[in-house]
């Protein structure tokens, strides 16, 4: 097998990785500049203006439009997984009654705990 | 020029063919692991057994099933970034931190965060230090029946763990772990020139979209490294045949996209007191009123800090330690970057035996 000096695929790899390095390190040395911060959030700043309003105007055109918006979705998306949630409860408390043991009324399954005597390994010869 | 010999300018002849068959599998591979990674879910990620002990609004406190015949007296609560998903710490079995925990007999615990809501984009840095991790403490105590606890701070879990141990230097806090926690925020020079104050209109920012969306978050954070994405997926297709580093990818890939957005005041607060003023670093720091110092901090404590940290470099970083009134406490500087150092392969072989040998001790 060739080294990796002589490698092509090695080569192409290590190329990559270089170019990837010289690039952030280039671009890092460039955003540390206080022009680039004053760019950065002139636009930013813009930006953020722009996005509520606009944020506010799609909710009114999708309430016209009688169609959820997007915090209607992100809500309905976590009732899910709140139910997810709620569901595998029920699940470990099924599994906690079919293995004998109670589960509490919050739903918690309170397994029988394992006593905390645990010492550390160099204690009592223990390997680690 | 020949075609004759073993060897031509370094290159093995011989070699050639196997080698051009190997690239040819390879790129047969590629285009049918292509399809397949198209059309697949990633891993299941963060599936070690746990029940939720507590829920309200952005925080959870999870309860890790214990697996161990026998545990250690004092349980671990662990204190997850604001900005991160805690599955970065309980990846697929066999590259989980919470896993390794809990075969190595502690009983862990974890405040984790979800995406705030709208109506959530007033808590304040108080809220967070005064409350979410006293709340979960005391559940941690009455669930655990242990009086102690050993904290374990993620990043900017670590300086929330720092100002809640400050304040409540009393106890019950037994011992500190810190996780590439900052302490310096002049030291994180781009967020520095990305936050500079001249420029950059917080107030106007956080009044007009209430909660900092999450794109803004990530944006951020890619910015450190703007080249590193586009050279990533080069790897991923050159690395498709390979499915354990696919694997690996996609976990990592899906959990650094997966960014939490921040709550508007909770940012507002970092913004000024953390990135403009230094507060901590400069000990002028206050929380709901309340004066913040690490050096009354007395428990013995564990900073675990990167080589290669590009978020939180080792200069940010390294006054932890000398700043705080522990008389036990330990700094380690271990190879990887911010996010290696806690999980994958690199984090199984260096950071969680070290824990582990530190903590044990520690934990009777």
Redesign the interface.
């Given at each position: 097998m060739a080294d990796k000096s002589s490698d092509p695929v090695a080569l192409w790899q290590n190329m990559i990785g270089e170019m990837e390095k010289g690039f952030n390190a280039f671009a890092n040395q460039a955003m540390a500049s206080p022009q680039f911060s004053k760019a950065v959030n002139q636009m930013g700043g813009a930006t953020a203006g722009a996005q509520k309003q606009l944020g506010e105007l799609m909710e009114k055109y999708l309430v016209a439009m009688n169609m959820p918006s997007r915090a209607q979705m992100v809500g309905m998306a976590e009732r899910l997984q709140s139910i997810e949630g709620q569901l595998n409860e029920i699940k470990a408390m099924l599994h906690q009654m079919q293995g004998g043991g109670a589960a509490t009324s919050s739903g918690y399954s309170r397994t029988p705990r394992p006593p905390r005597t645990k010492r550390p390994p160099s204690a009592d010869g223990e390997q680690k | 020029m020949t075609a004759a010999g073993p060897d031509l300018?370094?290159?093995?002849l011989a070699?050639i063919p196997a080698?051009i068959q190997t690239?040819v599998e390879r790129a047969i591979q590629r285009s049918i692991k292509g399809v397949e990674y198209m059309s697949s879910a990633g891993p299941s990620l963060g599936s070690t057994?746990k029940?939720?002990?507590s829920s309200r609004g952005t925080m959870n406190l999870y309860?890790y099933?214990?697996v161990?015949?026998?545990?250690?007296?004092v349980p671990i609560l662990i204190v997850m970034a604001t900005t991160n998903r805690g599955y970065i710490l309980d990846m697929v079995p066999g590259q989980s931190f919470i896993e390794f925990l809990l075969k190595r007999?502690y009983?862990v615990y974890m405040l984790d965060w979800?995406?705030p809501?709208?109506e959530e984009k007033s808590l304040r840095m108080e809220d967070y230090v005064l409350d979410f991790i006293p709340h979960c403490v005391e559940q941690v105590q009455r669930d655990?029946g242990?009086n102690d606890v050993t904290v374990i701070g993620y990043c900017f879990g670590g300086v929330l763990s720092l100002l809640y141990g400050s304040i409540f230097a009393d106890g019950p806090m037994k011992n500190l772990i810190c996780f590439t926690t900052p302490v310096d925020f002049r030291e994180m020079?781009?967020f520095q020139?990305?936050s500079?104050r001249?420029?950059?209109?917080v107030d106007?920012?956080v009044d007009?979209?209430g909660n900092v969306p999450p794109e803004?978050i990530l944006s951020s954070f890619e910015?450190?490294?703007?080249?590193?994405r586009?050279?990533s997926q080069?790897?991923l297709w050159?690395n498709i045949w390979n499915d354990e580093f696919v694997k690996s990818y996609r976990m990592f890939d899906r959990w650094a996209t997966d960014t939490l957005p921040l709550a508007g005041e909770y940012f507002r607060a970092i913004t000024k007191d953390l990135m403009w003023d230094n507060k901590l670093y400069n000990d002028t720091m206050t929380v709901g009123g309340r004066k913040v110092d690490i050096a009354d901090i007395k428990v013995p404590i564990l900073h675990a800090v990167a080589e290669h940290d590009h978020i939180v470099p080792y200069d940010a970083a390294k006054h932890l330690i000398a700043k705080i009134g522990s008389v036990d406490k330990e700094e380690v500087i271990l190879k990887g970057g911010h996010v290696s150092l806690v999980a994958g392969a690199n984090a199984v072989r260096r950071l969680w035996?070290k824990l582990?040998?530190w903590l044990?001790?520690r934990?009777?």
């Amino acid at each position: 097998m060739a080294d990796k000096s002589s490698d092509p695929v090695a080569l192409w790899q290590n190329m990559i990785g270089e170019m990837e390095k010289g690039f952030n390190a280039f671009a890092n040395q460039a955003m540390a500049s206080p022009q680039f911060s004053k760019a950065v959030n002139q636009m930013g700043g813009a930006t953020a203006g722009a996005q509520k309003q606009l944020g506010e105007l799609m909710e009114k055109y999708l309430v016209a439009m009688n169609m959820p918006s997007r915090a209607q979705m992100v809500g309905m998306a976590e009732r899910l997984q709140s139910i997810e949630g709620q569901l595998n409860e029920i699940k470990a408390m099924l599994h906690q009654m079919q293995g004998g043991g109670a589960a509490t009324s919050s739903g918690y399954s309170r397994t029988p705990r394992p006593p905390r005597t645990k010492r550390p390994p160099s204690a009592d010869g223990e390997q680690k | 020029m020949t075609a004759a010999g073993p060897d031509l300018a370094g290159l093995d002849l011989a070699s050639i063919p196997a080698r051009i068959q190997t690239e040819v599998e390879r790129a047969i591979q590629r285009s049918i692991k292509g399809v397949e990674y198209m059309s697949s879910a990633g891993p299941s990620l963060g599936s070690t057994p746990k029940d939720i002990l507590s829920s309200r609004g952005t925080m959870n406190l999870y309860h890790y099933r214990p697996v161990a015949d026998e545990i250690y007296r004092v349980p671990i609560l662990i204190v997850m970034a604001t900005t991160n998903r805690g599955y970065i710490l309980d990846m697929v079995p066999g590259q989980s931190f919470i896993e390794f925990l809990l075969k190595r007999g502690y009983d862990v615990y974890m405040l984790d965060w979800t995406a705030p809501k709208p109506e959530e984009k007033s808590l304040r840095m108080e809220d967070y230090v005064l409350d979410f991790i006293p709340h979960c403490v005391e559940q941690v105590q009455r669930d655990s029946g242990e009086n102690d606890v050993t904290v374990i701070g993620y990043c900017f879990g670590g300086v929330l763990s720092l100002l809640y141990g400050s304040i409540f230097a009393d106890g019950p806090m037994k011992n500190l772990i810190c996780f590439t926690t900052p302490v310096d925020f002049r030291e994180m020079k781009l967020f520095q020139n990305f936050s500079d104050r001249r420029y950059f209109d917080v107030d106007h920012l956080v009044d007009s979209v209430g909660n900092v969306p999450p794109e803004m978050i990530l944006s951020s954070f890619e910015m450190l490294r703007p080249a590193s994405r586009a050279a990533s997926q080069v790897q991923l297709w050159e690395n498709i045949w390979n499915d354990e580093f696919v694997k690996s990818y996609r976990m990592f890939d899906r959990w650094a996209t997966d960014t939490l957005p921040l709550a508007g005041e909770y940012f507002r607060a970092i913004t000024k007191d953390l990135m403009w003023d230094n507060k901590l670093y400069n000990d002028t720091m206050t929380v709901g009123g309340r004066k913040v110092d690490i050096a009354d901090i007395k428990v013995p404590i564990l900073h675990a800090v990167a080589e290669h940290d590009h978020i939180v470099p080792y200069d940010a970083a390294k006054h932890l330690i000398a700043k705080i009134g522990s008389v036990d406490k330990e700094e380690v500087i271990l190879k990887g970057g911010h996010v290696s150092l806690v999980a994958g392969a690199n984090a199984v072989r260096r950071l969680w035996p070290k824990l582990d040998s530190w903590l044990c001790e520690r934990s009777t």
